[in-house]
């Protein structure tokens, strides 16, 4: 009876180390086949594999027929932090028709309310853990903004904090020249 046992033990574990080894091998190659878009200006934007604080995932085709403005940043970035307010400013002012999606890949979904709360952002943050996001639009720095009309064609890259002072005005004007 004995040796029964050990041997189902030893083929249970030989199963259970075959299902590890198939569901990595599963996720390695799934992980890898979502990175494979792209970004490139005045060609459709790659899809983003976001989640919000609530763990939902996010995508693109829930802003169809908006304005995007997605900022990417990172919770240690100076730069990007400082950006806040006339990202807030940009919001508000456009509310009906842009979105701002701002993109962490250094939060988690938990941490992204509390982040939000303590830096006052008032437009939605949202987790990039895995680093697609950030892959498919070739982030290299902090911050980033990627402008999107509103079929979600790229329209322009701005890497670093802007110095302009008219930035808030000429963000306002160009979503507007999107709805005429």
Known sequence: MKNLFKSLSAAALAIAINLVINLVITSVILIAGCKEQKMEVGKPAPDIAVKNARGELVDLQDYQGKVVLLDFLSKTCGACLASIPELNKIQAQNSERLVVLSVATDLSESELEDFSKSNKIRYTLLADQLGITQERYQIIGYPTLVY?????????????????PNWVAEVNRWVEKQYQ
């Open 148 to 164: 999107l009309n509103r079929q979600h064609i790229l329209e322009k890259i701005e890497q670093g904090l802007t110095t302009n």
